[in-house]
């Protein structure tokens, strides 16, 4: 299988189940992404004039929600096949040399000039970037297809549970704690799950 096609396709379903016709409805991805990009930042010790941890856990998972705005925005201007062929190519075979902030601040850059250009150097240098801070935080293919995998399968379980409607419930139960379901779907989900069996497993938990 290949990772690459799976993901957008797993992405292409998703946005449908949120917005019908969505390539059609001229959404802002490259604002989400950006506004995904701010929150990653926060997640980072960066202001010097107060204490402040680093809280990589959130870090990654702000990296894992960029990709899926990502991968949505090129939706829009490509074909799936096209794009698994450029992720292939980019997104992983370039060396970590700079800090993260600074990559992350090549990252926003590109990814607005991809936005007011539309330029498709733009969007390439932007994979690149987003592929830097993966690697920097371990990632290869296969890092990034299950936790990719575990984000998208609580994406679509927030769905179809009243997210959109204001209705879900964000803070679930785990070990005796009020938790954010982000921290009980990794803390749930093994290396052998599928969407289905994961699935399951956060309906089980979400009506304890």
Known sequence: MNLYKEMLRLQDTFNSV????????????????????GEAIDSLDFKHWKH???????YVVELIDIWHF???LGQTTWSDEYLADKYER??????????????????????????????EDFYDQAIIQLGLLLKEQSFDINGLYRTYLVKNCLNKFRQDNGYKQGTYKKLWILEGKEVEDNVVAWFLADSKDT??????KLAEHYAL
Do not use: P
């Not at 990252?107 to 250009?117: H, I, K, N, R, S």
């Open 18 to 37: 949120t917005t019908e016709n969505w390539k059609q409805k001229n959404l802002d991805w490259a604002l989400y992404s950006l506004a995904e990009t």
């Open 70 to 72: 990502v991968m949505s």
């Open 52 to 58: 402040q941890e680093e809280n990589t856990q959130n």
């Open 195 to 200: 969407f289905d069996t994961l699935t399951a």
């Open 90 to 119: 980019l997104l992983f075979n370039s060396i970590v040399l700079d800090h993260k902030h600074l990559t992350i601040k090549k990252f926003a850059f590109a990814l607005l000039g991809f936005d007011l250009t539309k330029e």
